[in-house]
């Protein structure tokens, strides 16, 4: 018997199990919190210290930078997200996490066209539309204050 | 030979000569196990790029088949294979120093049944003696053509299924004795719309369908008629679509449906839907499936390759994802059952 598109549709929607949304968020909400505590904790040892606000900032995500990409290269990173989900994505560590990865896959096809070329495929799009979002909040900025 | 529909029906059918399973880690820890020829605890197979791992794996079923064979290399009439890899490279660089003749193919994840179809008819017309079908898929190597860097920190979805480290080899030849190749039908490409790359399964399912269906139009036979018949790479979704699918034309095919990617890994392997790849049904027909045929568990069986022809390029340009099922009808002796 044939089948229309819609009527297929209908069918595979029915036989495809969905994500647990539940579990999904309650995972990313867990593991991005414990991510932001743990920041906080670096940010106010930092203050304490006697870092000034901006240098602790800048500090810290200097620092977990660094750590999602030691985790990544240890391989423990997307061990970590499979679980966590948005909880480890969100998070400048997530961001991390996607410009190392590539990094270290394309490596074998040599440091310019493999690492250096392939290490923004997936971070890309978040530096273009945030480089340009900050022009445009800069511009708007000059203008009105 | 001769055409009946849309299916060939080979009068002297080309046999199995023999077969060879290599597979990784993680297949090894499967279910089955015990079938295959070699499993490596180390997925790089010694080498240092996946690629490289997965035609390092190729020639290692292509070595172990002719060697159960007692064949020479230089007496193999001709290679028919193919893999995931851009320009199939994965087999290329594998079969580069054999100096066989060499038929490149491409039909995605249903390469093993392209590749026994075209081999039927290159045995059976008699142009060769001998020829082997093969084919290849590596986690690895797959990951970072298809989806994201290996240590990119990602969710997969229900839906999606985990790419087979795999390969399978047949050797058919010309008369002698072993399991017969009686029957192939080749696919048409089939496109019920899926666009999401997660979900493989809900795209091939309807090529399965369709193909199957117009095998038992053409044979006059039923799902009753074969001990076994399984598909490619559907996973627990494309599965459930054929069943349903048959279910509208009032045909059960749940006694003796199975697929290839609910067979290699089992439900605690982490693996959602099930396997998938190019060697996915390759490594489950040369290992579990043709071994059950030797000891007569199994007489009759439709092997039937499913393949999901898209890109990357195609699908980040909005294309849905077309699918393709090949299907041969393999037959053990009688004998064999005593």
């Known amino acids: 018997m044939d089948i229309t598109n819609q009527e297929y549709k209908k069918l595979y929607q029915k036989a495809s199990p969905p994500s647990p949304l539940l579990k999904d968020a309650s995972l990313a909400f867990v593991t991005g919190g414990t991510i932001c505590t743990l920041a906080q904790a670096i940010r106010n040892f930092l203050l304490s210290q006697g870092l000034d606000e901006k240098t602790a900032g800048a500090s810290l995500s200097i620092i977990l930078v660094f750590l999602g990409v030691l985790l990544t290269d240890l391989a423990i990173y997307p061990k970590i997200a499979k679980f966590a989900g948005a909880g480890t994505i969100v998070p400048i560590t997530g961001f991390a996490n996607s410009i190392a990865a590539p990094a270290l896959e394309y490596k074998t096809e040599g440091l310019v066209l493999g690492t250096c070329v392939k290490m923004f495929t997936i971070a890309g799009p978040v530096l273009a539309c945030g480089l340009t979002a900050s022009v445009i909040y800069g511009l708007l900025y000059y203008i009105f204050a | ?338």
Request: aromatic content about 8%.
């Open chain 2, 1 to 338: 030979m001769k055409k009946t529909g849309n299916t060939y029906c080979f009068q002297d059918p080309p046999r199995v000569l023999s077969y060879a399973s290599v597979v990784g880690k993680k297949e090894g820890e499967g279910p089955l196990s015990r079938d295959f020829d070699y499993i490596s605890d180390d997925n790089t197979f010694g080498e240092q790029t996946w690629e490289k791992a997965e035609s390092r794996m190729m020639s290692m079923a292509l070595e172990r088949a002719l060697s159960k064979a007692h064949l020479p290399l230089s007496q193999l009439g001709c290679i028919l294979g193919g893999d995931l890899l851009n320009q199939c490279i994965g087999t290329t660089f594998a079969l580069r120093p054999t100096n066989v003749p060499f038929l490149g193919l491409y039909g995605a994840c249903s390469t093993m049944a392209e590749g026994l179809l075209v081999a039927s008819c290159l045995v059976e017309s008699g142009f060769e003696q001998t020829a082997c079908a093969i084919t290849s898929s590596h986690f690895c190597s797959a990951e970072r053509q298809y989806r994201y860097p290996l240590e990119y920190g990602g969710q997969r979805p229900q839906t999606a299924q985990w790419t087979a480290t795999a390969s399978g080899a047949v050797v058919l030849q010309k008369g002698g004795m072993g399991v017969r190749i009686t029957h192939a039908t080749p696919g048409r490409i089939a496109d019920p719309g899926v666009t999401s790359q997660a979900n493989m399964g809900a795209a091939m399912a309807l090529s399965a369908y369709e193909t199957i269906r117009r095998f038992f139009q053409d044979t006059h036979t039923g799902p009753s008629h074969y001990d076994l018949i399984v598909t490619g790479d559907l996973g627990k979704v494309g599965h459930q679509i054929v069943i349903d699918l048959f279910q509208r034309d009032g045909i059960d095919m749940r006694p003796t449906y199975d697929d290839c990617g609910l067979l290699l890994y089992d439900g605690s392997q982490d693996v959602h839907a099930g396997g998938s790849g190019c060697g996915c049904s390759a490594a489950v027909l040369c290992s579990y499936i043709l071994k059950a045929m030797e000891q007569g568990i199994f007489r009759k069986v439709l092997f039937c390759g499913t393949g999901a022809l898209l890109s990357p390029t195609s699908c980040n340009q909005g294309q849905s994802i077309p699918g393709i099922c090949h299907l041969v009808c393999l037959e053990a002796d009688e004998k064999w059952n005593m």
